[in-house]
């Protein structure tokens, strides 16, 4: 089975500030990666696929990139609105996995 | 609209069995893979099981493989999970998700139901 880690587990950052999520595939997979946000009490909500398509009606200030083990996920401008922990999910072949997850807060 | 709603949680004691649903509308229901994901408190999200449109070929996680049963009925438009033996680290919200068309990635996602196990 394919492990994904991300990093960082947590993060603190100013509204406005670039920030910057890493998740890390156990072996090739393409480009068969997803970005999830979850937010507080609520379910998951897909942003990103294919490791770098934005899903209808996501912000541009997201965004993502990578291809094979490695891939970022970047908010270009910290809103208030995007507190939450963002995951990331292969889906090269099953089982899909998830990242850990990275808290994102506002300092 | 996707609409998915996830019913059958609730407390339950070590050992004994649970079924969850998973009422969908807003698409051909059939048309579609379906899949479970798990999150236990303050924890990550653990993928489960999916299940292609038909229903004739079905995948676990290792974890829940032997214990966990998913299944679906077209004719009514319901995903189940039938979780056996359930133990305390079995406590999490269980959300049901509906699966993009080429390569099954949960898509839509409901609200989740709450299952806690606990004698």
């Known amino acids: 089975d394919i492990q994904m880690t991300q990093s960082p587990s947590s993060l603190s950052a100013s509204v406005g500030d670039r920030v910057t999520i890493t998740c890390q595939a156990s072996?090739?997979?393409?480009?068969?990666l997803n970005w999830y946000q979850q937010k507080p009490g609520k379910a998951p909500n897909l942003l990103i696929y294919d490791a770098s398509t934005l899903e209808t009606g996501v912000p541009s200030r997201f965004s993502g990139s990578g291809s094979g083990t490695d891939f970022t996920f970047t908010i270009s401008s910290l809103q208030p609105e995007d507190i939450a922990t963002y995951y990331c999910q292969h889906y090269d072949n099953l089982p899909y996995s998830f990242g850990q997850g990275t808290k994102l807060e506002i300092k | 609209e996707v609409q998915l709603l996830e019913s059958g949680g609730g407390l339950v004691q070590p050992g004994g069995s649970l079924r969850l649903s998973c009422a969908a509308s807003?698409?051909?229901?059939?048309?579609?893979?379906m899949t479970w994901v798990r999150q236990a408190p303050g924890r990550g999200l653990e993928w489960l099981s999916a299940i292609s449109g038909s229903g004739a070929s079905a995948y676990y996680a290792d974890s829940v493989k032997g214990r966990f049963t998913i299944s679906r009925d077209n004719s009514k438009n319901t995903l189940y999970l039938q979780i056996n033996s359930l133990r305390a680290e079995d406590t999490a919200v269980f959300y049901c998700a509906k699966g993009e068309s080429s390569n099954w990635y949960p898509e839509y996602w409901g609200q989740g139901t709450l299952v806690t196990v606990s004698s």
């Open positions: 807003g698409f051909t229901f059939s048309s579609y893979s």
């Open positions: 072996q090739d997979i393409s480009n068969y």
